[in-house]
């Protein structure tokens, strides 16, 4: 797999597809999900239709505990990612991978999760609710390896876009926020930015931490071309995307099914994922509008200022009204 330049890369030096771009980097995709997931060791998957290999896919990426830098984050991200043609790494770790010359949009989602311990874990599977989860009294990781698997979706169906697979998301964003620091002309020209890293089944992400970190006309457009029931939701926490609202205008979060995150009650409904990734490859992206202005994260000082877990706790415990925290 081929490294960043020293210091991270500029967009331009990324490559796409298998890395010769054009013609032959579409032939070799012309079955997307064969083509991707027979890279992928240790899967079945000629054994399998594109959708069961998916969904192979993803019980297999739930299979890892994944607490940020430990070995099994790294063994994941070995095994699922960097097998993936075109994709990158940048100097704190995060993957990178372009598809199209002048993408619009980013694609985000983290690798590591808030398990305390590495190693594999065994699941369960609730076949008539259509749900994995696990009786081990901790959590399951679809937060956020359901975001990861998304991603990897989009990509095998050519899905242009800046596909971003952040490190150490739980431990405050530290992937995010070295990019919003080192290498913000990575960003330039994207217009939205989607991470996958939100519970339930229908929230467009508008406020993060009650700071606005993209529009109503904005959310509004997108929930309307995913259907499902999705809306726009002010209740956001805190992902990834936050580091970017001072370098991309329209940042948002996605609802991709699991619920209970960081709890033992942790499951992911997997039933949804099968309406929800269809609904995905439907949108268009670059129609929807951009409508927010800019403006950094206002907690911080600058866009890309860390916010530790007891910055994030501490915001949470400290909210005024959010009324008076509408901005932009
Ligand atoms: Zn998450």
Not at 52 to 61: D, K
Not at 117 to 125: A, D, F, V
Request: glycine letters at 10%.
């Amino acid at each position: 797999m081929p490294t960043a330049s020293q210091g991270g890369f500029v967009a331009g030096s990324m490559v796409t597809g298998n890395g010769r771009g054009g013609r032959g980097c579409r032939s070799r995709w012309r079955h997307p999900a064969s083509d991707l997931f027979r890279r992928l060791r240790g899967l079945s998957w000629r054994f399998f239709t594109d959708g069961e290999i998916a969904m192979h896919l993803l019980r297999e990426m739930l299979t890892y505990q994944r607490p940020a830098r430990s070995p099994s984050e790294r063994a994941f991200i070995r095994r699922f990612l960097d097998q993936v043609p075109g994709m990158v790494r940048d100097d704190f770790g995060n993957r990178w991978l372009r598809i199209g010359t002048r993408p619009t949009t980013l694609f985000c989602a983290h690798t590591d999760s808030v398990h305390t311990i590495s190693g594999r874990q065994r699941l369960r599977e609730d076949r008539r609710t259509r749900r994995f989860y696990k009786d081990d009294g901790r959590p399951l990781g679809a937060d956020d390896a359901t975001g990861c698997w998304l991603l990897l979706q989009l990509i095998a169906h050519r899905v242009p876009g800046l596909y971003v697979f952040h490190r150490e998301e739980e431990t405050g964003g530290d992937g995010s926020d070295w990019i919003a620091r080192e290498t913000p002309g990575v960003l330039a020209g994207i217009e939205r930015a989607i991470a996958f890293d939100r519970r339930g089944t229908g929230d467009v992400i508008t406020h993060q931490c009650r700071v606005r970190t993209c529009s109503t006309n904005f959310a509004q457009a997108l929930a309307a071309q995913l259907g499902l029931g999705f809306a726009p939701c002010a209740e956001g926490v805190f992902t990834d995307t936050a580091h970017y609202a001072g370098l991309i205008p329209e940042c948002t979060n996605l609802s991709i099914g699991y619920e209970h995150a960081h709890t033992g009650a942790e499951y992911q409904d997997y039933g949804f994922l099968e309406e929800l990734l269809p609904a995905l490859l439907r949108v268009d992206w670059a129609a929807l509008p951009v409508a927010r202005v800019c403006a950094p994260f206002s907690r911080w000082a600058e866009p890309g200022d860390r916010m530790t877990t007891a910055d994030r706790l501490a915001c949470l415990g400290s909210l005024p009204p959010a009324e008076r925290l509408v901005a932009a």
